[in-house]
């Protein structure tokens, strides 16, 4: 079981946008401003999509944006692509013990 | 540009050893400091390990801490993950991966990953 809680799925049509969230706790994500997301297309490695809940990395289309809430961070995706289906996680630094935890990943689809 | 590949897995018994190696290109590697994450078939990230950029410290995950051991060699631009007394639970994808600023620890809290290589299958089965 993942330490941060994702929908195992979302969906949504070309143009439209979509949230996806990622639920922990006062120790990871909502103790800190370091959450990141992630996106991985089958057989690929992830790619690096956002960091410090809300920046993006150079590279990365503004269509792809963070936000938090107290122990929730989210991952809106705006003018939805046929590129953008993929799975994402979520990632929280943890404190200095359990330093890093991942999100268990939601598979986008593009209706 | 960036390249990270890695080497070296592979189908292992239980209680078994193997040594992943990633060699990294593109950037100065001794700059920065680097992760090792898994993804085991059909499920998530997991988050291994981390050496700092100069090797002076590294930090485990508590489900692979005392069996694995992390280390670089600098004048190589080479990782490497050495691990022993491997599990049925250890068969993963194995991705070495680059934090993203350099000369930071992730006890900053920077623990971010900006570049990923494909990643080398373990396979730990009798």
């Known amino acids: 079981q993942s330490a941060l809680t994702q929908p195992r799925s979302v969906s949504g049509s070309p143009g439209q946008s979509v949230t996806i969230s990622c639920t922990g706790t006062s120790s990871d994500v909502g103790g800190y401003n370091y959450v990141s997301w992630y996106q991985q297309h089958p057989g690929k490695a992830p790619k690096f999509m956002i960091y410090?809940?809300?920046k993006r990395p150079s590279g990365v289309p503004d269509r792809f944006s963070g936000s938090k809430s107290g122990n929730t961070a989210s991952l809106t995706i705006s003018g939805l692509q046929a590129e953008d289906e993929a799975d994402y996680y979520c990632?929280?630094?943890?404190?200095?013990?359990?330093?890093?935890?991942f999100g268990g990943g939601t598979k986008l689809t593009v209706l | 540009q960036v390249q990270l590949v890695e080497s070296g897995g592979g189908v292992v018994q239980p209680g078994g050893s193997l040594r992943l190696s990633c060699a990294a290109s593109g950037f100065t590697f001794s700059s920065y400091g680097m992760h090792w994450v898994r993804q085991a078939p059909g499920k998530g990230l997991e988050w291994v390990a981390f050496i700092r950029y100069d090797g002076s410290n590294n930090y485990y995950a508590d489900s692979v801490k005392g069996r694995f051991t992390l280390s670089r060699d600098n004048s190589k631009n080479m990782l490497y993950l050495q691990m022993n007394s491997l599990r049925a639970e250890d068969t993963a994808v194995y991705y070495c991966a680059k934090l993203g600023r350099a000369f930071y620890d992730i006890l900053t809290g920077y623990i971010y990953f900006d570049y990923w290589g494909q990643g080398t299958l373990v396979t730990v089965s009798s």
């Open positions: 410090d809940v809300n």
């Open positions: 990632c929280s630094y943890a404190g200095s013990y359990t330093l890093v935890v």
